[in-house]
């Protein structure tokens, strides 16, 4: 509800007096400023809250003095920190939306979750920056519906579909082997299989797939039973939203009864506790297939369901004719369902050497490979399952798998209309409806996914409240960047997992929702992580761990400290490494050389990126492969091996191409933008800038867009097109103005130059430090010694020498044993210019042609003839400059000539 300006007011001076604000008059003066303005509902531009609260003079230039666009987001940053401490218990709300410098107020409540920042830095962005490419798996494992048991909804007609009522749902769960002999232990999850597979047909019910089974058993901490408890059964109804639940055990009477197996089958109303059918039969453990084909009719008529003709077929196509195969395929399942990743892979491998035709075993083994990173083989396996299963007779079931080979090979559009054919036959088919949806939102057509996700909710309860609808939501909206309505509704998953008692759908909630709340500086995402830890360990899920430690070290990484990112990243490196995640091992070896990078260690930075390289050439990964090229790219880059990183960022942009990620082609366009720049290619320079642009904006990334605009303003300013590159700079900071945290080091430093290029050397020193110290807070020491040698020469040119010796010496003992070989290079250049030292600019034009880097070896050419003063070098460079494209450079060159012709005393 709205507030009165008295209880607005009285919350001002809580805030103001807090420990959060007290040390922080600034922002205490800009909130009390903005806090009044809103409440009076005066019109807030940028321009005037500068001139009232920061001093700037009327008429000031906010696109080149950003004061008020970086307070505003530390003052959002703050209110968020207030909030989630001291103030968590405050009834009045004081929140600045992002876009906006208007003040909301609100009672806690009726207020929503605490206000959202912009999203932190990305823990790379101490470095140049490190490219993260986005999963091209739309499901990640289409097994899901086929490869554990081709257990797909029935092959009916979709106009049957489209006019019946929602379809009972029914789980059948792990049998007790009654006997305990090993050697029949295989049958625990052989027969629900076979079970499921036979009532899979004719549609008349909706079995919930064996993961999901597998999946609340754990969390219910359920043992095989013979007949679960009326509690069990209403747990297991609130759990899945089943309808019926089918139990049972088998017994292995010996060869003492001919090697016969009894297998008995009781199906109950989980809401009732009522038995509706009840079913023995007995066989040899060989003729299993025959003895449950027997036992799938009894139970069908239990269940008053129509005869089918199909369903024994169907029952017999869900599992490997030979009895080894059969065996090593059901438990495959189980380690699957498990997370036993390498000994599922193992038990698929044989099953499939036994029996090759069988296609289930090849979509389950694709699923293993996609999960532990191995996209060729995933590919491979999807492909053959694709193959061979031209001769099942269930349409849809041969339409799952062809969704999942057609995903894994890339061709994302048939696989995109395969999901979209299977939930139009079966619309109340909650499972085909979060398939498509995943699909549809990771091929960016997120209104089209949240459109399936209404659909969802349509159906009655308890399909209508199943957290993963919420969840899938969530995605979608995080892939439009609404991270606020993405973390609301993740909540709202954790919440309905929790009255489920869905432990790990509660804790896999938690852990999404923690990143999110993360990326909106909301600081409850620590203590949301580690719960979401402690569940994953307990169930032993130790890849949700993994991935729990890694964002711990990204966190810390990002707030570099250093020490504590390596500790985690150890960590979720040897569990990645124990349970054969290759994909989670790569992700981690980045962040490990991030760390070494940020220690100034790029040896061993581009030593782990060329380890991790090595495991995405192993696995054959495509993604990975890219990610190591390009951040092996820009570490070279850093170490002054500019060819070798131009190399690698080419093969990288390559695979990206080949991939069709937006993103991932404009980060890469982007590094070699500048690099073609500095290597005298301006042409190609600008050509690269532009196609950066154009992919930045058609992936939606707004970091990725603001770095296309940032390199586009080098181009522009190389070229002395200095209008062009103020307005790219602008285009840049419109990101700044919505809230958004873009790269503020890299935008004064870009403002100075171009200052500099306009003959405005004060305003140009102003930028530089500014860059210097936004560079000194993050911790950046490299950019921060770039940003002081930069203002030096700024002060030298506005005539303050003295001030400019200060800044280069500074700059120069950061850098005194940098392995960043291109900006020691960079200072070494401006302390000779400044402190008149022409006798080093020789060495270091050598230097320049060594590190291939031909703008600075121009730079220090013209240096020397500065400090030199013969008019001819002045004309050679410029000459020079103007042949390699470097119009702003030769521009200075003759005009620092035609200063030194001026100054010679006539004759």
């Given at each position: 509800?709205?507030?009165?300006?008295?209880?607005?007011?009285?919350?001002?001076?809580?805030?103001?007096?807090?420990?959060?604000?007290?040390?922080?008059?600034?922002?205490?003066?800009?909130?009390?400023?903005?806090?009044?303005?809103?409440?009076?509902?005066?019109?807030?531009?940028?321009?005037?809250?500068?001139?009232?609260?920061?001093?700037?003079?009327?008429?000031?230039?906010?696109?080149?003095?950003?004061?008020?666009?970086?307070?505003?987001?530390?003052?959002?940053?703050?209110?968020?920190?207030?909030?989630?401490?001291?103030?968590?218990?405050?009834?009045?709300?004081?929140?600045?939306?992002?876009?906006?410098?208007?003040?909301?107020?609100?009672?806690?409540?009726?207020?929503?979750?605490?206000?959202?920042?912009?999203?932190?830095?990305?823990?790379?962005?101490?470095f140049r920056r490190a490219k993260v490419a986005a999963s091209l798996s739309l499901v990640a494992a289409a097994a899901i519906l086929t490869g554990y048991g081709l257990r797909g909804p029935g092959a009916q007609s979709s106009v049957a579909a489209h006019n019946m009522s929602p379809r009972r749902s029914v789980a059948v769960l792990d049998f007790r082997n009654l006997t305990a002999r090993a050697e029949t232990g295989?049958?625990?999850?052989?027969?629900?299989?076979?079970?499921?597979?036979?009532?899979?047909?004719?549609?008349?019910?909706?079995?919930?797939?064996?993961?999901?089974?597998?999946?609340?058993?754990?969390?219910?901490?359920?043992?095989?039973?013979?007949?679960?408890?009326?509690?069990?059964?209403?747990?297991?109804?609130?759990?899945?939203?089943?309808?019926?639940?089918?139990?049972?055990?088998?017994?292995?009477?010996?060869?003492?009864?001919?090697?016969?197996?009894?297998?008995?089958?009781?199906?109950?109303?989980?809401?009732?506790?009522?038995?509706?059918?009840?079913?023995?039969?007995?066989?040899?453990?060989?003729?299993?297939?025959?003895?449950?084909?027997?036992?799938?009719?009894?139970?069908?008529?239990?269940?008053?369901?129509?005869?089918?003709?199909?369903?024994?077929?169907?029952?017999?196509?869900?599992?490997?004719?030979?009895?080894?195969?059969?065996?090593?395929?059901?438990?495959?399942?189980?380690?699957?369902?498990?997370?036993?990743?390498?000994?599922?892979?193992?038990?698929?491998?044989?099953?499939?050497?036994?029996?090759?035709?069988?296609?289930?075993?090849?979509?389950?083994?694709?699923?293993?490979?996609?999960?532990?990173?191995?996209?060729?083989?995933?590919?491979?396996?999807?492909?053959?399952?694709?193959?061979?299963?031209?001769?099942?007779?269930?349409?849809?079931?041969?339409?799952?798998?062809?969704?999942?080979?057609?995903?894994?090979?890339?061709?994302?559009?048939?696989?995109?209309?395969?999901?979209?054919?299977?939930?139009?036959?079966?619309?109340?088919?909650?499972?085909?409806?979060?398939?498509?949806?995943?699909?549809?939102?990771?091929?960016?057509?997120?209104?089209?996914?949240?459109?399936?996700?209404?659909?969802?909710?349509?159906?009655?309860?308890?399909?209508?409240?199943?957290?993963?609808?919420?969840?899938?939501?969530?995605?979608?909206?995080?892939?439009?960047?609404?991270?606020?309505?993405?973390?609301?509704?993740?909540?709202?998953?954790?919440?309905?997992?929790?009255?489920?008692?869905?432990?790990?759908?509660?804790?896999?909630?938690?852990?999404?929702?923690?990143?999110?709340?993360?990326?909106?500086?909301?600081?409850?995402?620590?203590?949301?992580?580690?719960?979401?830890?402690?569940?994953?360990?307990?169930?032993?899920?130790?890849?949700?761990?993994?991935?729990?430690?890694?964002?711990?070290?990204?966190?810390?990484?990002?707030?570099?400290?250093?020490?504590?990112?390596?500790?985690?990243?150890?960590?979720?490196?040897?569990?990645?490494?124990?349970?054969?995640?290759?994909?989670?091992?790569?992700?981690?070896?980045?962040?490990?050389?991030?760390?070494?990078?940020?220690?100034?260690?790029?040896?061993?930075?581009?030593?782990?990126?060329?380890?991790?390289?090595?495991?995405?050439?192993?696995?054959?990964?495509?993604?990975?492969?890219?990610?190591?090229?390009?951040?092996?790219?820009?570490?070279?880059?850093?170490?002054?091996?500019?060819?070798?990183?131009?190399?690698?960022?080419?093969?990288?942009?390559?695979?990206?191409?080949?991939?069709?990620?937006?993103?991932?082609?404009?980060?890469?366009?982007?590094?070699?933008?500048?690099?073609?720049?500095?290597?005298?290619?301006?042409?190609?320079?600008?050509?690269?800038?532009?196609?950066?642009?154009?992919?930045?904006?058609?992936?939606?990334?707004?970091?990725?867009?603001?770095?296309?605009?940032?390199?586009?303003?080098?181009?522009?300013?190389?070229?002395?097109?200095?209008?062009?590159?103020?307005?790219?700079?602008?285009?840049?900071?419109?990101?700044?103005?919505?809230?958004?945290?873009?790269?503020?080091?890299?935008?004064?430093?870009?403002?100075?130059?171009?200052?500099?290029?306009?003959?405005?050397?004060?305003?140009?020193?102003?930028?530089?430090?500014?860059?210097?110290?936004?560079?000194?807070?993050?911790?950046?020491?490299?950019?921060?010694?770039?940003?002081?040698?930069?203002?030096?020469?700024?002060?030298?040119?506005?005539?303050?020498?003295?001030?400019?010796?200060?800044?280069?010496?500074?700059?120069?003992?950061?850098?005194?044993?940098?392995?960043?070989?291109?900006?020691?290079?960079?200072?070494?250049?401006?302390?000779?210019?400044?402190?008149?030292?022409?006798?080093?600019?020789?060495?270091?034009?050598?230097?320049?042609?060594?590190?291939?880097?031909?703008?600075?070896?121009?730079?220090?050419?013209?240096?020397?003839?500065?400090?030199?003063?013969?008019?001819?070098?002045?004309?050679?460079?410029?000459?020079?400059?103007?042949?390699?494209?470097?119009?702003?450079?030769?521009?200075?060159?003759?005009?620092?000539?035609?200063?030194?012709?001026?100054?010679?005393?006539?004759?």
């Amino acid at each position: 509800m709205p507030q009165s300006p008295e209880s607005v007011r009285a919350q001002l001076e809580t805030i103001c007096r807090s420990t959060t604000f007290g040390p922080a008059p600034r922002l205490q003066k800009l909130l009390r400023y903005l806090a009044g303005e809103s409440l009076a509902g005066s019109p807030l531009k940028e321009s005037v809250v500068g001139v009232a609260v920061f001093g700037r003079d009327p008429g000031y230039d906010p696109k080149q003095d950003s004061v008020v666009r970086s307070e505003v987001r530390r003052l959002r940053v703050k209110l968020i920190e207030y909030y989630a401490t001291e103030g968590r218990q405050d009834g009045t709300v004081i929140d600045l939306p992002k876009g906006s410098y208007v003040l909301t107020f609100r009672s806690r409540e009726t207020s929503e979750p605490s206000p959202s920042a912009p999203p932190p830095a990305s823990p790379h962005a101490e470095f140049r920056r490190a490219k993260v490419a986005a999963s091209l798996s739309l499901v990640a494992a289409a097994a899901i519906l086929t490869g554990y048991g081709l257990r797909g909804p029935g092959a009916q007609s979709s106009v049957a579909a489209h006019n019946m009522s929602p379809r009972r749902s029914v789980a059948v769960l792990d049998f007790r082997n009654l006997t305990a002999r090993a050697e029949t232990g295989w049958l625990s999850s052989a027969i629900p299989e076979m079970i499921s597979a036979d009532l899979a047909e004719g549609e008349q019910l909706r079995t919930i797939p064996g993961e999901n089974v597998s999946r609340m058993e754990t969390e219910l901490a359920l043992h095989p039973a013979g007949s679960p408890s009326r509690e069990t059964l209403s747990a297991i109804r609130r759990n899945l939203g089943a309808d019926i639940v089918i139990s049972g055990a088998y017994a292995d009477l010996g060869a003492a009864a001919g090697g016969r197996v009894r297998v008995d089958i009781r199906a109950e109303d989980a809401q009732t506790g009522d038995v509706v059918a009840s079913v023995s039969e007995s066989g040899t453990e060989p003729e299993i297939l025959d003895l449950m084909s027997r036992a799938g009719a009894r139970l069908r008529t239990g269940l008053r369901l129509e005869p089918s003709v199909a369903a024994e077929a169907n029952m017999r196509a869900g599992s490997p004719q030979d009895p080894a195969a059969a065996r090593a395929y059901a438990d495959a399942l189980a380690h699957l369902r498990r997370g036993d990743l390498l000994q599922a892979r193992d038990l698929l491998l044989r099953c499939a050497q036994l029996e090759p035709t069988f296609a289930a075993a090849h979509a389950a083994l694709s699923s293993a490979y996609t999960k532990l990173g191995y996209e060729a083989l995933a590919r491979a396996e999807a492909q053959r399952a694709y193959e061979f299963a031209a001769s099942i007779k269930n349409a849809d079931q041969r339409l799952a798998i062809e969704a999942q080979y057609r995903e894994t090979d890339g061709d994302f559009d048939r696989s995109l209309e395969d999901y979209r054919k299977l939930f139009t036959a079966h619309p109340d088919d909650i499972e085909s409806g979060l398939h498509l949806a995943a699909a549809q939102t990771a091929v960016a057509k997120t209104q089209d996914a949240l459109r399936t996700l209404e659909a969802l909710r349509k159906l009655p309860a308890p399909e209508s409240n199943d957290p993963r609808v919420d969840m899938e939501s969530a995605r979608a909206y995080a892939a439009r960047s609404d991270y606020r309505r993405s973390a609301e509704l993740a909540a709202d998953a954790v919440r309905k997992a929790s009255g489920a008692n869905a432990m790990l759908l509660y804790a896999h909630g938690l852990s999404y929702e923690s990143g999110l709340l993360w990326n909106l500086g909301d600081a409850r995402w620590r203590s949301l992580s580690e719960e979401a830890r402690k569940i994953c360990d307990r169930f032993q899920d130790q890849a949700c761990v993994a991935a729990i430690l890694r964002r711990f070290g990204n966190v810390s990484l990002g707030s570099l400290d250093l020490d504590a990112a390596e500790r985690y990243y150890a960590e979720a490196l040897g569990i990645a490494r124990r349970i054969g995640s290759a994909a989670e091992e790569s992700n981690i070896l980045n962040g490990t050389a991030l760390v070494a990078q940020g220690r100034g260690d790029l040896e061993r930075s581009i030593a782990i990126q060329r380890q991790r390289l090595a495991l995405s050439r192993k696995t054959q990964s495509a993604s990975g492969e890219q990610q190591s090229l390009a951040n092996l790219g820009d570490a070279l880059w850093d170490a002054g091996e500019v060819g070798e990183a131009r190399q690698n960022l080419e093969a990288a942009l390559k695979i990206a191409r080949d991939m069709h990620t937006p993103e991932l082609i404009a980060d890469d366009l982007t590094s070699l933008s500048e690099i073609y720049g500095i290597q005298g290619d301006l042409p190609r320079s600008l050509e690269a800038s532009a196609e950066a642009l154009a992919n930045a904006k058609h992936s939606g990334s707004v970091l990725t867009q603001v770095a296309a605009w940032q390199q586009r303003a080098r181009v522009l300013l190389a070229r002395d097109d200095l209008p062009g590159a103020r307005e790219a700079l602008s285009q840049a900071d419109t990101f700044a103005a919505q809230g958004v945290d873009v790269s503020a080091w890299t935008d004064r430093l870009l403002a100075a130059r171009v200052a500099l290029a306009l003959h405005k050397p004060a305003d140009a020193a102003r930028f530089a430090s500014d860059a210097a110290k936004t560079a000194a807070k993050e911790g950046l020491a490299q950019k921060e010694a770039r940003a002081e040698a930069l203002e030096g020469e700024a002060l030298l040119f506005a005539g303050q020498t003295e001030a400019a010796r200060t800044a280069v010496q500074r700059a120069s003992a950061r850098v005194e044993h940098s392995q960043y070989r291109l900006i020691r290079l960079e200072v070494a250049l401006a302390d000779a210019r400044v402190t008149g030292t022409a006798g080093r600019l020789p060495a270091l034009t050598v230097e320049a042609h060594k590190l291939n880097d031909d703008y600075l070896e121009l730079e220090a050419r013209l240096a020397a003839a500065e400090l030199s003063g013969v008019s001819r070098q002045f004309g050679a460079v410029r000459a020079e400059a103007v042949d390699r494209g470097f119009l702003n450079l030769a521009r200075r060159a003759a005009e620092a000539g035609a200063r030194t012709a001026d100054s010679r005393p006539s004759r």
